[in-house]
């Protein structure tokens, strides 16, 4: 896992593939962020995370997401939420590849309660008994 601190996205990116690329950035307890690399023409296919909500930053290229069955424009800079379970797809309308960065929280549930204590437990554990 990556330690906390500023990290170059692009350095991750690479542009002679004609796949879709997904590359993780980080990693936490919930959060997760990733690097998505989306080739021109190139799409994926309409899902949905039951316990996941995404954020998807459009840091450059052009494409659309569709969201719940509402078409929007991915351009740079546009910031698109898709809150867990909702169905979503995304593709590349341009002749260029189009980079996003996806942030996503798992969503958690009162069933959780007990993994979440025994986590918590095991790192204060830790701190104290090294």
């Known amino acids: 896992m990556l330690q906390s601190g500023q990290l170059n996205i692009y350095s991750f990116r690479n542009t002679h593939t004609r796949d879709v690329q997904l590359v993780r950035l980080f990693e936490g307890e919930e959060l997760h962020a990733y690097l ?5 023409g190139a799409e994926i296919s309409r899902h949905a995370h039951e316990n996941k909500h995404e954020i998807f930053d459009v840091l450059e290229g052009e494409g659309a997401l569709e969201v719940d069955g ?8 546009r910031c698109v939420f898709v809150p867990a379970g909702t169905a979503h797809s995304l593709r590349n309308t341009s002749d260029a590849p189009w980079t996003l960065r996806i942030t996503c929280q798992d969503r958690v549930y009162p069933r959780h309660i007990g993994k979440l204590l025994d986590r918590s437990l095991r790192k204060r554990l830790a701190r104290i008994f090294g």
């Open 36 to 40: 998505l690399v989306v080739p021109p």
């Open 70 to 77: 509402r078409r929007i424009d991915g351009t740079p800079g």
